[in-house]
């Protein structure tokens, strides 16, 4: 009876040991994954502090001028989202004639 006491508090024991050791790890993993977002969020930080450097210091005027002095062929880019649509002619919605419809006279009604 001793010994089947002693089995169990050792059973319990080591058991207890494995679960703190997987919350720990678990403990662990959520600190490795906070840092790697706060590093995902400090580079998109900085992203946006290139760009705005790179905006304040660039005139749409001077960068045209440097691609007219380049020696390079610039094409737009193509597919953009931001580019408004191409302005397009009015169509009346019409269903087409078919060949006897249009050999057919017209016929008016009214003064």
Not at 61 to 83: F, G, N, T, V, Y
Not at 101 to 110: A, K, L
Request: a positive charge.
């Amino acid at each position: 009876m001793f010994g089947k006491s002693i089995a169990i508090v050792v059973a319990l024991g080591v058991m207890a040991t494995i679960l703190l050791a997987f919350r720990q790890q678990r403990f662990e993993l959520a600190a490795r994954i906070s840092r790697a977002h706060w590093r995902i969020l400090e580079q998109e930080r900085e992203i946006g502090r290139a760009r705005a450097g790179v905006a304040s210091a660039i005139r749409p005027d001077a960068l045209r001028k440097a691609i007219a002095e380049s020696s390079m062929k610039w094409r737009p880019i193509p597919h953009r989202l931001d580019a408004p649509n191409a302005p397009s002619q009015p169509r009346l919605a019409i269903r087409p004639k078919s060949d006897a419809e249009r050999d057919e006279p017209r016929v008016e009604f009214g003064g």
